[in-house]
């Protein structure tokens, strides 16, 4: 199947491994791979005029002997996070394998001095995480920026269902599956729990899962229910069900290997939905006033996407041709520690500059959960790109050590991201 181009995540938890929230304790470090060394004749990375001096050579390891401590989401994240981890590895930075967080915790221990880089901040959604109050009370945001843009508009969250289904029973909205007498009978003649009158729709454990079941009751959607999965299980029966001609409905946030599998507007379309959930935390669930889209995105209109009525049918009734996706589209990138930054002008310039295609991550993804590792997968990708590496890596050789540290984090649509 082809790959599709616009993608979306799973929320994290916290390994085993991870310290306690707050802990200063000092993480283990693992050497990345030795750089290719891609200088002149001379050895060095390039060279600079400083007033009047002579050009002074750019070390190529200028991070050599620092230690780093690295944070991704969940496992869907380690792809991108050892794409990080090797490229600081080339600059001498000695990076942690990846800590799991939520952005609950991640931001936390960014602002508290735990974390030094978490590379799966969705923006503005995550916002709301840096306007925060960090463990002194203080400002999270007075801590933490968003470094770089890794992946533009490269997080989706919002409902897929299976194509054919979709055409032959008229249904583009998730209010339409619910409130239709004679869909509603076809789906759950032959869906997961066949016959309990009800369209049994998938979602994932965590934050998806309730984001899903809040905007269901906000909806007042009673004919439908829920089979939360994790991520390979979910993968498993969907394929199955759209390769079985099958109806099928699910919850999903991009970039996830499912949507390397399931194209939408030939196998699956995404689902509109009539109305936009608040901050009345219907559940009750903790903090579940912040799945409020209402007035998110980029231009504060809320949950809809520039996703063409190919993929969502729903876009064709809008007259600005928008998908009502019922969720903010998000760009994925990475948020730092303010003093980590400062400390490390090379890798902040390197965090700037990484900028990564959906389809490469999602092409990833997909045989990551065939079983293949994903720091060979990012290997690889590195040794596939190696000519934009190298401009990524004597870009941040050559910054000035002295280079000014990262402005504050806010709303990162209305600064210069550092």
Not at 93 to 115: C, I, K, Q, R, T
Not at 137 to 142: A, E, N
Request: hydrophobic residues 45%; negative net charge.
């Amino acid at each position: 199947m082809a790959v599709w181009a616009v993608w979306l995540a799973a929320a994290g938890c916290s390994s085993s491994e991870i310290p306690a929230v707050g802990s200063s304790a000092a993480p283990t470090a693992v050497a990345a791979s030795e750089p290719t060394d891609t200088a002149g004749a001379d050895g060095t990375a390039g060279a600079g005029l400083v007033g009047d001096r002579a050009p002074v050579a750019a070390p190529l390891r200028p991070g050599e002997g620092v230690e780093v401590t690295a944070g991704t989401e969940g496992q869907w994240g380690h792809f991108r996070a050892e794409l990080y981890r090797q490229l600081l590895g080339e600059l001498g930075y000695e990076v942690s394998d990846p800590w799991e967080a939520g952005p609950n915790v991640a931001y936390l221990w960014m602002a508290a001095g735990d974390l030094d880089y978490w590379t799966d901040g969705r923006f503005p959604s995550h916002e709301v995480w840096l306007d925060g109050d960090s463990y002194d009370g203080s400002r999270v945001g007075d801590h933490v920026s968003v470094v770089g843009e890794q992946m533009p508009v490269g997080n989706v969250l919002g409902w897929l269902i299976s194509k054919t289904f979709a055409d032959e029973h008229g249904v583009f909205t998730m209010d339409e599956l619910n409130s239709d007498p004679a869909a509603l009978a076809a789906f759950d003649a032959a869906d997961a729990v066949p016959g309990d009158g009800k369209a049994d729709v998938f979602s994932l454990w965590g934050t998806y899962g309730n984001i899903a079941e809040s905007q269901a009751a906000f909806s007042g959607w009673d004919n439908i229910a829920f089979v939360r999965l994790d991520d390979a299980e979910m993968i498993e029966r969907a394929v199955g069900a759209v390769t079985a001609d099958a109806p099928v409905a699910m919850f999903v946030g991009t970039p996830l290997a499912l949507t390397a599998m399931l194209e939408p507007g030939v196998d699956v379309y995404w689902l509109g939905v009539e109305e936009f959930l608040d901050d009345s935390n219907p559940l009750g669930h903790l903090e579940g006033e912040l799945f409020s889209q209402v007035t998110r995105g980029h231009d504060g209109v809320g949950g809809y996407a520039a996703i063409s009525a190919r993929e969502c049918p729903a876009a064709a009734s809008r007259p600005d041709g928008l998908c009502p996706l019922g969720w903010a589209a998000n760009d994925i990138a990475v948020a730092a520690r303010n003093d980590f930054l400062a400390a490390n002008a090379a890798a902040a310039a390197l965090l700037e500059a990484v900028t990564l295609s959906p389809v490469d991550v999602s092409q990833a993804l997909a045989r990551q959960a065939d079983g293949s590792d994903p720091a060979a997968l990012a290997a690889e990708w590195i040794a596939a790109n190696r000519l934009l590496v190298d401009q990524w890596l004597t870009a941040a050789r050559t910054v000035p050590a002295e280079a000014e540290p990262a402005s504050s984090g806010g709303d990162v649509h209305s600064q210069e991201r550092r």
